[in-house]
């Protein structure tokens, strides 16, 4: 069988079927469809301006970006649910997470509030026990080891004064300590010194499991090199115009993008 | 306003009390009936209309007993030396007089007067009549027993001292008029805090507050003014703080208001390497409106000056800044620094906001700005998609809005204390 007929055989958990979006006036994605299964990687290559960070931004949940056709079906207790019905809070507690191509800065509220304070919303609704402040130091400080994070951080404003490699781990942490099913990760490699890309990619791949998947986005091949994903898409002019296996990524590395249409 | 005003004059006079403090009173009364109440054209008053105090009657005499003492348990705290005063008159009963430190004097300020109490004249007199804003002078007609502290020459007072002003009229429309002096003898350091409280919302009633704060020579206080009077309540507050050489005042006001507010603070930098911090928040829903006004005058060189004022409003609040710096010519390597920053989470709230420099020396560091604004998006978003909802997003950062403010406060006991009041702010918002 091949892998294409295997996967077929499981359900798949995130679905995005023929959709389109708008910014404002203008129409950005124009058709997607995507289907992924538990425990892939996919990956979502394109160049400036093809809508990719459109994608991620529709699946968080962003107000000023309107989904006018299509949808996106997300498996919850083997039902499948429209996301793009539930709000950006919501679709956090069913456990999409989304990390930011630039991550925001919230002075005066320090990492550890904020962090617990979104995972016991998150314990909240999935009925768990939410976690004590003792507790949760402890839990947050062993994932801070996944990525090299120095314990400074968890008394300091979240984003403020970081660098523009500690933002990305950062989100990466949050990832880690927020432990979702269904995470889109919006051009995590960019900006990263290779050092940094490593950690970074690092943390990723312990996260990988065979119950949740991951949707990489990204402008570059570099980070697949770490990250191997499972399928590579082209996005280009809000449409994905080819997906292949891994080897896409490296078509595109050696001769762009401008051969696909 | 006050009822019969014109015919007080002579339940003014007290044979027991010094001469000179009768004619303090009388002058008082007489610049308070000259100036009037203070309307939208006067130029300090232009932001907030007293046309609703205008309008009500209040009596100065109360004589209303109060049967629910224990009411007073949630504004103590036993790590505190507590000083309480209800409608204005002192209750030793009720206040924690016999743990004060040693050097540490505490009595009702009409005790002190009336005792001839050293250099009280001088100080209750410090300012001239001649050119008093008309609430200053109406309390200085009509002040009640009032509380004074003396902190004693390189005397340092570890507890903190809070002292409780609770307005709780047996009937409505009354007029407390508390009256503080606080004396700061060479190398002291104390931390006070005063608060103006009530009991629920149910009264109406005029506080007209002065605190007079000397600081000589190297003292040190950490200083706390917090109001949350009765939601029907109108409370004007003045302090004045004189500062001499090397004395460090670091001050905070927190006003989470009632139904009109208004806080003058006021510090002269008479001496040099003085340095004082005024620094605020103020907090207010529905119609509150809350006036905050600062003057700052630098007479001697090589004084600093801070001030950061906070604001969060809700619904249809208003909030008014004014602060002033004056920098007269002698005062060269003046560093002032004045920041005002509000936060409008309601749709009908509004702000006027307005510095006023007056400087006259050439060699001096002055910066100040203002903004107003709404919750960021790009944070609401961010926080949301993590699993936080909106309420919650907003209070978060709103409180975010507020921590490094409070981290400015250094002493602890003040911190505590204002971050608890503060955080029950938010829970009621």
């Given at each position: 069988m091949s892998k294409e007929e295997i996967t077929k055989m499981k359900d798949a958990m995130f679905e995005i079927k023929d959709l389109c979006v708008n910014v404002g006036k203008t129409t950005i994605l124009k058709g997607i469809n995507l289907t992924i299964h538990p425990g892939e990687v996919h990956a979502v290559m394109g160049p400036n301006g093809s809508g990719k960070s459109t994608l991620a931004k529709v699946i968080a949940g962003h107000p000023d970006y309107q989904a006018t056709k299509g949808e996106i079906l997300y498996e919850i207790n083997r039902k499948k649910i429209d996301i793009l019905d539930l709000a950006p809070e919501e679709r956090a507690r069913e456990g999409i997470f989304m990390a930011y191509q630039y991550p925001v800065e919230i002075p005066g509220v320090s990492t550890s509030v904020f962090l617990r304070?979104?995972?016991?919303?998150?314990?909240?609704?999935?009925?768990?026990?939410e976690m004590d402040p003792l507790d949760f130091d402890a839990y947050l400080r062993e994932k801070m080891k996944i990525l090299n994070m120095d314990d400074k951080f968890i008394n300091r404003p979240v984003n403020v004064d970081f660098s523009g490699g500690e933002?990305?781990?950062?989100?990466i942490l949050q990832m880690a300590v927020l432990n979702?099913?269904?995470?889109?990760?919006?051009?995590?490699?960019?900006?990263?010194?290779?050092?940094s890309m490593r950690i970074v990619a690092d943390g990723i791949n312990k996260l990988r499991r065979k119950d949740n998947a991951i949707l990489l986005i990204t402008h570059y091949q570099r980070l697949l090199n770490y990250v191997v994903p499972d399928f590579v898409h082209i996005l280009r002019h809000g449409q994905i115009v080819r997906s292949e296996g891994k080897e896409l990524a490296m078509k595109v590395e050696e001769k762009?993008?401008?051969?696909l249409s | 306003m006050?009822?019969?005003?014109?015919?007080?004059?002579?339940?003014?006079?007290?044979?027991?009390?010094?001469?000179?403090?009768?004619?303090?009173?009388i002058q008082g009364l007489s610049r308070f009936i000259e100036t009037g109440i203070p309307a939208v054209s006067d130029p300090n008053w232009k932001y907030t209309d007293l046309e609703a105090l205008k309008k009500l009657a209040?009596?100065?005499?109360?004589?209303?007993?109060?049967?629910?003492?224990?009411?007073?348990n949630q504004f103590r705290n036993h790590k505190d030396i507590n000083i309480v005063l209800l409608n204005g008159a002192f209750s030793v009963k009720h206040s924690d007089l016999d743990n004060l430190e040693k050097g540490v004097l505490v009595s009702t300020l009409h005790e002190a007067v009336k005792n001839n109490a050293p250099h009280i004249q001088e100080r209750l007199t410090k300012y001239p009549m001649t050119d008093t804003a008309a609430f200053i002078a109406l309390n200085q007609a009509l002040n009640g027993p009032g509380v004074y502290i003396l902190v004693d020459e390189k005397v340092v007072s570890n507890r903190l001292i809070h002292i409780i002003h609770v307005t709780h009229p047996g009937r409505q429309n009354f007029a407390s008029m508390p009256r503080t002096l606080i004396v700061m003898e060479p190398f002291s350091e104390a931390a006070?805090?005063?608060?103006?409280?009530?009991?629920?919302?149910?009264?109406?009633?005029f506080s007209n507050a002065l605190t007079d704060i000397f600081m000589n020579e190297n003292a040190t206080l950490h200083y706390c003014k917090s109001q949350k009077e009765s939601l029907k309540a109108f409370h004007i507050g003045h302090t004045r703080v004189w500062q001499e050489r090397d004395s460090s005042f670091d001050g905070f006001s927190f006003m989470a208001g009632g139904r009109l507010t208004r806080n003058n603070v006021d510090a002269v930098l008479n001496g040099e390497g003085a340095n004082a911090r005024l620094n605020a928040f103020y907090s207010v829903n529905n119609s509150q409106h809350v006036d905050n006004h600062?003057?700052?005058?630098?007479?001697?060189?090589?004084?600093a000056s801070n001030q950061l004022y906070k604001g969060i409003l809700n619904d249809s609040a208003r909030a008014v800044f004014n602060g002033r710096i004056l920098v007269r010519p002698e005062a060269q390597k003046t560093n002032s620094y004045q920041l005002n920053k509000n936060l409008l989470l309601g749709s009908g709230c509004r702000v006027d906001t307005k510095p006023q420099l007056e400087i006259f020396a050439d060699d001096v560091k002055c910066t100040h700005g203002a903004t107003i604004g709404q919750l960021d998006e790009d944070e609401m978003f961010y926080l949301q998609t993590r699993g936080i909802g909106k309420n919650a997003a907003s209070r978060m950062l709103a409180e975010g809005f507020l921590s490094d403010l409070l981290n400015t406060v250094k002493n602890a006991a003040v911190r505590e204390k204002l971050n608890s009041l503060t955080r029950r702010s938010f829970e009621a918002s």
């Open positions: 304070a979104a995972f016991n919303e998150i314990c909240k609704h999935q009925g768990a026990e933002k990305k781990r950062n989100e979702p099913r269904f995470s889109v990760l919006d051009e995590t490699d960019s900006g990263l010194d290779i050092d762009g993008y401008d051969w | 006050i009822r019969n005003i014109e015919h007080i004059t002579k339940s003014l006079i007290d044979e027991r009390m010094p001469q000179w403090f009768n004619t303090l009173r209040f009596d100065v005499s109360e004589n209303g007993e109060l049967n629910e003492w224990e009411l007073l006070i805090f005063e608060s103006h409280v009530a009991f629920g919302d149910s009264r109406t009633y600062t003057s700052i005058e630098h007479r001697v060189p090589n004084c």
